[in-house]
């Protein structure tokens, strides 16, 4: 069993590491830290991403540079609407060998351990349900057999928050298996003149590789032992429970809210506390990492009602609310 210098040595390690893999990804994409800093915790805490934002941002290329920087197999698949399960499952084929006839199952891109699932919301539901049992569940069942996807596994989904025609929704089942959804922003003037500049001359830079699987699975399991104080528990139970209009004590919550967060955002939250806190080299949470994970883990995780859409209340306003009280 490891001892208290180990851990220590462990987060020092950890924390070196990711400075450099940050440090890579910062070559490639401009102005999006803050996207950076949330997708690394994500992972970090072997979690799913949501990423929303304009075409034209980054967020494809921001998950092809973090496949070859942390040394994952990555793969892209295009969601349309014509997209069937197999197509990312896989299928079985029939083939004969020696006169001998068999099938033979054939894996899809969802085989990998980083898979960019790009506008996602634009695969019909009966595709979508496919994907959410490999999310959850971290396999897949063809034809009655299960296979085991590899470890570790993460989904990096992306949506356009403007164009609706002719998509498909999210249900709120899989929208709760994201453990984050990270808002992708427009950058600032200095690293989009940056970005003009190193990506339209001769030569563009490529990603560098600075972990592998087996790092990042290592991480995880760190991530995982780190101590929570009573103070960063009793703040998360307080700001998911109070999200709950049946039960909660805001005003702003029974009056605009239509359904609340459930256990998984407690549980993300605790595991994206720690991660954020190992990326920060510390070494443990502080309440100050549950408000500022809040948006990304709570605003997919609540729904409001006709009231709020009346009144023009959001749901980030709702989540602001919330953080005010466990300030105060």
Known sequence: MPTDIDVVNQIEGLNTRLAEVRERIGRIIFGQQRVIDETLTTLLAGGHVLLIGVPGLAKTRLVQTLGTV?????????FTPDLMPADILGSEVLEEIDGTRSFRFIKGPVFCQLLMADEINRASPRTQSALLQSMQERKVSVAGHYYDLPSPFHVLATQNPLEQEGTYPLPEAQLDRFLMQVDVDYPDEDAERRMLIATTGAEEAEPVQAMTATDLLAAQR???S???????VEAILSLVRAGRPETSEVEIVRRHVAWGPGPRASQALMLAARARAV????LSPSVDDVVALAQPILRHRMALNFSARAEGVRVADVIDALCDRLAS
Not at 279 to 282: A, F, K, S
């Open 226 to 232: 780190i101590p929570v104080g009573d103070s960063v």
């Open 279 to 282: 990326l920060d080299g510390r």
């Open 222 to 224: 760190l991530v995982r």
């Open 70 to 78: 942390m040394g994952l197999d990555d793969k892209r698949v295009q």
